[in-house]
């Protein structure tokens, strides 16, 4: 990977400019933008850092307004609310070269800024009723359901397990014939497709793991 740097005077303050050219590959694109605390970027000179083109391009620190007491921050005070970032498949050339270009606004070192590919094992979704869940893996086939429960379940990511309330109909099997060998699915979180589960004291929805 080639690296250029170039600083320029600019309104009355430093900036400095990482040019960052790469080959694209399969996998999920990920940007690390490590200690820029705020990003204007341009990738293949399609503008991605302001926030008005790209809301969650820009890394923003917390900010606690009003008197300070201890609960407000509890751990990573002051660091960005967010890490990583995701480059849509979209904005990159799929032959040939691919430019960054980064502009550090208020700190911090765009040397140090990395692009990094991810592959994805496994996607999650957890919906209340009436809601459209679309399962994907990446332009890869979606190759089994691992966990799925309509109801009250319980857990994150990884993690799911099922509620005191679960729908008459078997969830697993449903989304099995529905998503696995399709790169995507979209799904109605509805009691009409999965059962009416007796859930009395709290909201359905629809926990789903689909292994890639």
Request: one cysteine or more.
């Amino acid at each position: 990977m080639k690296q250029l740097y170039q600083k320029d005077k600019e309104s009355s303050h430093q900036r400095e400019r990482l040019k960052r050219r790469e080959k694209t590959h399969h996998g999920s694109r990920l940007v690390d933008p490590f200690e820029l605390e705020k990003m204007p970027s341009f990738l293949n000179e399609t503008m991605i850092g302001e926030e008005e083109n790209n809301p969650g391009f820009s890394i923003v620190q917390l900010v606690f307004l009003g008197p300070y007491h201890a609960e407000k921050c509890l751990t990573n005070c002051g660091e960005p609310t967010q890490r990583w970032y995701h480059v849509p498949r979209s904005f990159l050339n799929a032959e040939g070269d691919n430019t960054l270009v980064l502009f550090e606004e208020m700190g911090g070192n765009p040397s140090l800024v990395n692009f990094q590919t991810t592959r994805v094992g496994s996607v999650c979704a957890n919906v209340y009723e009436k809601n459209t869940i679309e399962l994907s893996c990446d332009r890869k086939p979606i190759s089994a359901i691992k966990f799925a429960s309509f109801g009250n379940p319980d857990g994150n990511c990884g993690s799911f397990e099922k509620g005191t309330c679960e729908s008459s109909n078997n969830t697993v099997d449903i989304l099995t014939q529905e998503c696995v060998g399709k790169e995507k699915c979209f799904i109605d979180v509805s009691t009409e497709k999965f059962g009416a589960p007796d859930c009395t004291e709290s909201a359905r929805r629809l926990a789903v793991e689909a292994i890639c």
